[in-house]
């Protein structure tokens, strides 16, 4: 039933060579290739778009592709609440929302992963008021180690609602997510140049007054780019960017131009300090309204390497200044901007933003640049900070010995995970190291 393929991540980071590959169809088909992978002893991997930079979704053994398990399967627009199956991308989930007059309360900056892979790892937007995207899961259905099919959800064990809507893919083969959603809404998007120096200076106050704040640092300057997002409920006030506007700042300047300034700097990286003056200066001020996850997502056709760190929220201008710092001596020189983003706190087990108010910093290299000396000197900023929490589907380099004290639940889903899966059926080398 299954075929030999070679696999990589979007990132190439991560890679696989001649893993038995399925793609199920539904349910009883992942329920019966899990079943069958268990007796003889293979280790299960399923997969969404691969956009995670770490080895979290390496296969061992055999791969699921979940591409076949996707849609919309039932809705109740007078309560908001949603059944998706697991391999639905949120490009295709977003629009078929909004035909619902629904919408995912928020989302991240680009809409090319599953569902599954996104809440697995704990993928998040920005805004204090609202939860990373796993906090919207109200119910789960998953196929466990041994074939079998469980629901957790209002009615059937909604204690484990919080560990299997964030589960790393450590606890089965998730098929089917049940998601509070809410009505519809546009956002109204505000992008504006600053310094880093004017945006820490009100930091509090910008984050705490704003739906939706986020804000892209360029190294090696005090150039910044602010993106406020308002939520508007009345459908009337939708004025998106003309067609040739979108084309010139998203496609032509973030993305063909960036590439190209990318390939230059990598050829003469001493030009770095200066580009990224003339690139915190060219992105210019802008404002746009349109459907909710029009703004959220952009296109990131630049491949790059990434590590993002949630920290308690009043950390970040401290995390900021030591980057800024290390930056300034020009140990190293990086040309892609430093993105901060913020998040309320939720209860799901292994989510970054667990019982605090979140600031989330993450650090990128373009691909065809060495990351380590940089991923390296942010890794050893973030060593002092209590409670920094790594992105589990971004670049880090803690262990389980690391970890543990971090989240005040992970026995708890370690134990769990004993329950739910005593063989190790879903393990691959990164769930080792993360979990022990
Ligand atoms: C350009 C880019 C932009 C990004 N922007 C953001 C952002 O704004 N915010 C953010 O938080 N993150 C962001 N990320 C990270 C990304 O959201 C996560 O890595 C996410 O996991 C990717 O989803 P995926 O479908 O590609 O998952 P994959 O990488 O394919 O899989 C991730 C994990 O989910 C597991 N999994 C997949 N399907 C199932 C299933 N059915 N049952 C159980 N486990 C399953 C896999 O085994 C694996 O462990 C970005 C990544 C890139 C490359």
């Known amino acids: 039933m299954a075929d030999k393929q070679r696999w990589a991540n ?165 098929t089917e997510y049940e998601l509070q959603c809410v009505p519809a809404f546009l956002l109204k998007a505000h992008e504006a140049p600053s310094t880093l120096d004017a945006v820490l200076g009100s930091l509090d106050e910008t984050v705490d007054a704003a739906d939706h704040f986020e804000f892209y640092w360029f190294p090696h300057t005090d150039r910044v780019l602010t993106k406020t997002s308002t939520r508007i409920s009345d459908p009337g006030q939708r004025a998106p960017l003309p067609r040739w506007r979108e084309v010139l700042d998203d496609q032509l300047l973030s993305n063909t131009l960036f590439e190209g300034i990318n390939r230059l700097t990598t050829a003469v990286p001493q030009a770095i300090p200066r580009v990224n003056q003339v690139s915190g200066r060219a992105l210019s001020e802008r404002t746009y309204t349109d459907s909710s996850y029009k703004i959220f997502a952009t296109q990131r056709t630049v491949r790059f390497r990434e590590s993002e760190f949630a920290v308690p929220r009043a950390v970040v201008p401290e995390l900021l200044a030591e980057l800024k710092a290390y930056c300034d001596r020009r140990d190293e020189l990086v040309a892609f901007p430093v993105e901060v983003r913020f998040a309320a706190a939720d209860d799901r087990w292994l989510s970054t933003a667990f019982g605090r108010e979140t600031g989330y910093v993450a650090i990128h290299q373009y691909h065809r640049r060495d990351h380590r000396a940089y991923f390296d000197a942010f890794w050893s900023m973030l060593r002092s900070i209590e409670g920094a929490r790594p992105h589990w589907g971004k670049m880090h380099d803690l262990t389980a010995a690391d970890l543990r004290p971090r989240y005040e639940r992970y026995d708890d889903f370690v134990a769990l995970r004993d329950e739910l899966d005593p063989e190790r059926v879903f393990e691959n080398p990164y769930l080792a190291t993360v979990l022990g």
């Open 10 to 174: 979007w990132a190439g980071t991560v890679t696989a060579d001649a893993v038995d590959v399925y793609a199920p169809r539904d349910t009883a088909d992942v329920a019966e290739a899990v079943a069958l992978a268990a007796c003889t002893g293979r280790k299960v991997k399923p997969i969404g778009s691969g956009h995670s930079f770490t080895a979290v979704g390496q296969p061992v053994d055999l791969q699921l592709q979940m591409q076949r398990v996707s849609g919309v399967v039932a809705h109740d627009v007078s309560t908001g609440r949603v059944r998706v199956r697991a391999g639905t991308p949120l490009h295709v989930l977003n629009p078929a929302l909004e035909r619902l007059g629904l919408a995912m309360p928020n989302l991240g900056d680009i809409d090319r992963q599953t569902i599954s892979g996104a809440l697995s790892t704990g993928t998040h937007g920005t805004g204090l008021r609202f939860t990373g995207l796993s906090g919207f899961v109200v119910g789960v259905e998953m196929v466990l180690a041994d074939g079998s099919i469980v629901r957790y959800d209002d009615a059937h064990r909604p204690d484990l609602v919080p560990a299997a809507a964030l589960g790393l893919g450590a606890l089965g083969v998730v």
